[in-house]
């Protein structure tokens, strides 16, 4: 399977119709691009293998995003597109013979009639097709230069192109759709893992077989994190021995569907009531802050709101005895929750143009005091972000509290009880509607499961 099939099945008159008009949308913003820049044509280098040093085993191949916001195509190395206005966009496809690896199979499937396909079997033979008149925008890595034609990236190019990327088309909601139906069943299988006492391996491995991704697949590393590991943000092992005593799980892993990517979490106790109060806390928090994800909210404010939510919950659950303005004036929050409130989803997991002021560039700054925020735009209908709220037992952030005047209104009993589950956070992939309630992707997903 080359091309990614489809997980859900979809009729193909609405599948056609509505690639065809991503594909439209694709064109109508790449020209408008190389207007601006001065451009004749766009190429785009679907990306190269790299290797480790001094070393002949290749990494696991990453496509170059520009390429597969054209082509459903993610184990091609060394393709291009060529993008030239009044033209049909061209896919130099390389396919090489090799008996050490699969090679791409033959191109088929729904997308192949948009493009004016050229099949060759070497790296090298694709450069006549790429020899074109007049000034050329070629995108990609520095490594995927063949003879003269040299990636150069002009930002003039780029900046359009990454601002529009945050508004999806119909199809790039369907496929976002299609990764959180996948993620969503195997969040349910490592559920039932962990219940069953798996370890962190275990639990991982039941995952991929739900959702049938070999770990080459994933969007993004699964974090797979037991008791106090999920106290580690981005925690990047999975323990092959279970714990005494599994005491809570917090998974963060996501799927692909034909190159655009979920990304879920999900945090599960052992039915410990004060953990779980703080679950359900944490849980209709995260639920009014999706309901904030609305056309013209500036996203700094989402993030701005979460640190009130935070606020509220450790004043709730009694960790923290201030009030929240107090909490928020003294910086009581950041201790718990260190991370921004979400990202731009998509092609990439953190999608790109987060912070962008405008088509031409230019950066919207993050609040003074949150350096971690990835998204500081206003939301428009279309854009797909998550809304990634977490409460955490951090070991070194709790150490720096214990130095400040608010250490003596924390009740620190509490915290140790409740550090040992690590903390929780919940994630929903969430796309802002022209009016009303957010569609959230990943809560429908569940709820189609049930
Ligand atoms: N999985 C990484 C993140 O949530 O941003
Ligand atoms: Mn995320
Ligand atoms: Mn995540």
Redesign the pocket.
């Known amino acids: 399977m080359n091309a990614v099939d489809s997980p859900i099945r979809q009729t193909a008159d609405t599948l056609e119709a509505l690639y065809a008009a991503h594909l439209a949308e694709q064109q109508r913003h790449t020209e408008h691009a190389l207007h601006r820049g001065g451009y004749d044509a766009l190429l785009i280098a679907s990306g190269v293998e790299k290797f480790a040093f001094l070393d002949d085993r290749p990494y696991v191949f990453q496509p170059n995003p520009h390429f597969k916001l054209w082509v459903p195509l993610i184990r091609h190395p060394d393709s291009w597109l060529v993008i030239r206005p009044g033209h049909r966009p061209r896919l130099v496809y390389v396919q090489p013979e090799d008996y050490w690896h699969v090679p791409p199979e033959a191109p088929s499937g729904f997308w192949v009639d948009h493009f004016e396909l050229i099949v060759v079997r070497k790296p090298e033979e694709a450069l006549p097709y790429l020899q074109l008149p007049g000034e050329l925008a070629i995108v990609g890595e520095a490594d995927a230069a063949l003879g003269d034609i040299v990636p150069n990236n002009p930002p003039e190019v780029l900046n359009p192109l990454h601002h529009a990327r945050a508004v999806k088309t119909g199809y790039e909601l369907l496929r976002l759709r299609e990764a959180s139906a996948l993620g969503a069943k195997a969040h349910l299988a490592a559920q039932r893992a962990f219940r069953d006492g798996r370890s962190e391996a275990a639990i991982h491995a039941a995952y991929l077989r739900a959702c049938g991704l070999a770990e080459r697949d994933l969007p993004?590393g699964n974090?797979v994190a037991l008791n106090e590991h999920a106290a580690v943000l981005?925690y990047q092992y999975q323990d092959q021995r279970a714990p005494a005593q599994s005491l809570s799980l917090l998974i963060?892993a996501?799927a692909h569907s034909c190159g655009y990517a979920s990304?879920i979490?999900r945090t599960t106790g052992n039915g410990d009531t004060t953990f779980q109060a703080l679950v359900d806390a944490m849980e209709a928090a995260q639920l009014r802050l999706v309901d904030r994800v609305r056309a013209g909210v500036d996203y700094r404010d989402i993030h701005l709101a979460s640190h009130r939510e935070i606020a509220g919950v450790l004043r709730q659950l009694g960790i923290v005895r201030m009030d929240e303005d107090a909490m928020l004036a003294q910086g009581v929050t950041s201790t718990f929750l260190p991370h921004g409130i979400g990202?731009l989803l998509g092609l990439q997991?953190?999608d790109v143009g987060g912070f962008m002021a405008g088509e031409d560039g230019g950066t919207i700054a993050k609040p003074e005091g949150h350096p971690y925020l990835r998204l500081t735009r206003v939301l428009q209908p279309g854009m797909v972000v998550?809304i990634?709220p977490g409460l955490y037992f951090i070991p070194m952030l709790l150490d720096k509290l214990r130095a400040t005047p608010a250490a003596a209104q924390v009740d620190w009993a509490l915290v140790k009880h409740l550090g040992a589950f690590g903390g929780v956070r919940i994630?929903d992939d969430v796309a802002c509607r022209d009016a009303g309630a957010p569609e959230n992707l990943t809560r429908d997903a569940f709820a189609a499961l049930d």
């Open positions: 993004y974090i981005h963060d996501g990304d979490t990202h997991v953190h998550t990634e994630e």
